[in-house]
C-alpha cells in the first residue's frame, strides 16, 4: 500500500509556465498518473493521446473543450481525440493516461 497527499509532495514546474506537476506512476507506453496544478488563467493547448485520458478534477473549475468541470468531476478523452482545457479557477487534476501525447 502506498499513501500520496499532494498537498505535501514536491511540485515540477512544466514547460516555463506556472503549470506544475507530480508524476505518481508510468506505464510501459509512457502514459501513467499525474497531478497537475493549474493556476487560473493557464492552458494546455490542444493535444490528443494514443489512448484513453481519465481526468477528475480534485479542486477548483476547468473548462475542457467547452466542458465545464467542477470539483469531483471526471472526464474520459477517447484515442486521438482532441482537446484542450483552460482553469478557470486556480485547479487540482489527476490524469490517468494510457499513452503518451502524440
Not at 18 to 27: D, G, T
Not at 65 to 92: C, F, M, P, R, W
Request: proline share 1%; hydrophobic share 30%; charged share 25%.
Amino acid at each position: 500500500m502506498k499513501h500520496i497527499n499532494f498537498k505535501t509532495l514536491k511540485w515540477t514546474n512544466q514547460n516555463n509556465n506556472e503549470i506544475e506537476s507530480i508524476n505518481i506512476w508510468e506505464n510501459s507506453e509512457n502514459g501513467g498518473m499525474k497531478y497537475w496544478n493549474v493556476p487560473k488563467g493557464e492552458c494546455f493547448e490542444k493535444h490528443s493521446h494514443k489512448g484513453y485520458e481519465h481526468i477528475i478534477l480534485i479542486e477548483g473549475k476547468m473548462n475542457f473543450s467547452n466542458t465545464i468541470l467542477t470539483t469531483g468531476d471526471y472526464l474520459i478523452t477517447q484515442k486521438d481525440e482532441e482537446h484542450e482545457a483552460i482553469a478557470l479557477e486556480d485547479s487540482i487534476i489527476l490524469v490517468i493516461s494510457e499513452r503518451k501525447n502524440c
